[in-house]
């Protein structure tokens, strides 16, 4: 299948999801607001959820995430890890496949956004909000350490200059990284801004 196909079955997947999906917008992104705030809920894991609930969440995402490779006819392995009150998704393939890496997109974009489609389907399933992480071919693993490279590069700057330092706005998965990583260099980070803007400050206090 072409690249363009892909892309055009994989937007008929979307388009069909958030057609039959009965959530109200507001609602969804007040709970992502409330699932990913900083820094408790990023900084720590989510108590009170079962190993049961978050397995059957993995399941429901799994079943989801196979269905949208089937559609879009694109091989691919998934895997699912829960660890530190989180269910991890991963989708990887033996060989190397033009078709995952169009489910990253440009800097990940569209791998976020099949991130939030997918607890989206997991609200509707199971009722319950969810915080999985979802990553394809290794791009988040590959990201972290761009992103801690981005923390170390601010601390030196903060140091040199005593002046803050801004980040580019990222996603809260990606700020908890950041969070930890200045945070082990022995400056200061925080996150300012709201929804797309939101980013991080590093300082020295």
């Known amino acids: 299948m072409s690249a363009e196909s892909t892309e055009h079955s994989i937007s008929?997947?979307?388009?069909?999801?958030?057609?039959?999906?009965?959530v109200d917008p507001a609602r969804t992104a007040n709970q992502d607001a409330e699932l990913d705030s900083e820094p408790d809920a990023d900084g720590n894991p989510e108590k009170g959820i079962s190993a049961s609930r978050l397995e059957e969440e993995g399941d429901?995402?799994?079943?989801?995430?196979?269905?949208?490779?089937?559609?879009?006819?694109?091989d691919g392995d998934i895997d699912i890890e829960v660890r530190?009150?989180?269910?991890?998704?991963?989708?990887?393939?033996e060989e190397e496949?033009?078709?995952?890496e169009n489910l990253?997109?440009?800097?990940?974009e569209v791998l976020e956004a099949l991130?939030?489609?997918?607890?989206?389907?997991v609200l509707s399933a199971t009722e319950n909000r969810s915080r999985l992480v979802l990553d394809i071919n290794g791009y988040r693993a590959e990201r972290a350490g761009d992103l801690e490279?981005?923390?170390?590069d601010a601390v030196a700057s903060v140091k040199d200059s005593g002046e803050a330092v801004a980040l580019a706005p990222m996603s809260a998965y990606e700020r908890k990284i950041v969070h930890d990583a200045v945070a082990g260099l022995g400056l200061v980070s925080e996150s300012e801004g709201e929804g797309a803007d939101r980013h991080i400050v590093v300082s020295a206090d």
């Open 115 to 121: 991130q939030e489609l997918t607890r989206l389907a």
């Open 60 to 74: 429901v995402a799994a079943d989801y995430l196979e269905e949208l490779l089937d559609i879009a006819d694109i």
């Open 149 to 152: 490279k981005i923390a170390a």
């Open 104 to 108: 990253v997109g440009k800097d990940g």
């Open 12 to 22: 008929a997947e979307i388009s069909v999801d958030l057609k039959d999906e009965s």
């Open 97 to 100: 496949a033009a078709g995952l």
């Open 84 to 93: 530190s009150g989180r269910t991890y998704i991963s989708i990887v393939a």
